[in-house]
C-alpha cells in the first residue's frame, strides 16, 4: 500500500484549512477529546484509543508542535512525563462540542445509545451549540460570506477615504 503524502495548509488564507495541519486527522482530535476528559499518560491515550505506540507518539508529537499538548513532569512524581492541553489545546473545546453534537444528531439512530456531555453543575445535557451574530441574532450559513484579506483593505481605505 502506498502512503499518500499529506498536503500542508499552512500558507492558506482559510481560517478551516490552515488548522488542518494540526488536528486534521481523526487520531489527534479523539487525543484531544481524550486529553479533554481527563487522559495524560501515553498508555491512557494509546488504551483509550487502541492505537499503535509508533502512530500515537507522531500524533502527540504533532500535537506538541503546533502547541496544542504540552508535556510536563508527571503529576504523581514519577520519571513519566503528562501530556497537557495548551491554552491553545483548550480553546478547542467548542469545536470538540459542536463535533459531538452534530455527531449526536446525525451518526446515530433515534434510539440509539450514546454518552453525553453533561455540565458538571447541574447534571444536565450541554445546550446545543448555536451561533450569534454581533446583535444577538441566530446566524445560519446563508447569512454569512466568507471574504478575502484584500476586499477588507480595500473596504476600510474607501471608508477612510469617506470619513
Known sequence: ????????????LCGVARPLDAIGDGWSLLIVRDAFDGLRRFGEFQRSLGLSKNILAV?????????????????DG???QD???????????????????WGEAFCFAPDEAHVVLVDKATGKPVPRLELHAQDGRALAPEDTVVVHPSAIRRTKRQRAKAG
Open 78 to 80: 514519577s520519571a513519566y
Open 1 to 12: 500500500m502506498q502512503m499518500v503524502k499529506r498536503t500542508s495548509h499552512a500558507d492558506s
Open 59 to 75: 500524533r502527540l508529537r504533532n500535537l506538541i508542535a503546533h502547541d496544542i499538548l504540552e508535556t510536563v513532569p508527571a503529576s
Open 83 to 101: 501530556y497537557v492541553l495548551t491554552e491553545k489545546g483548550r480553546a478547542l473545546f467548542p469545536l470538540l462540542v459542536a463535533l459531538r453534537q
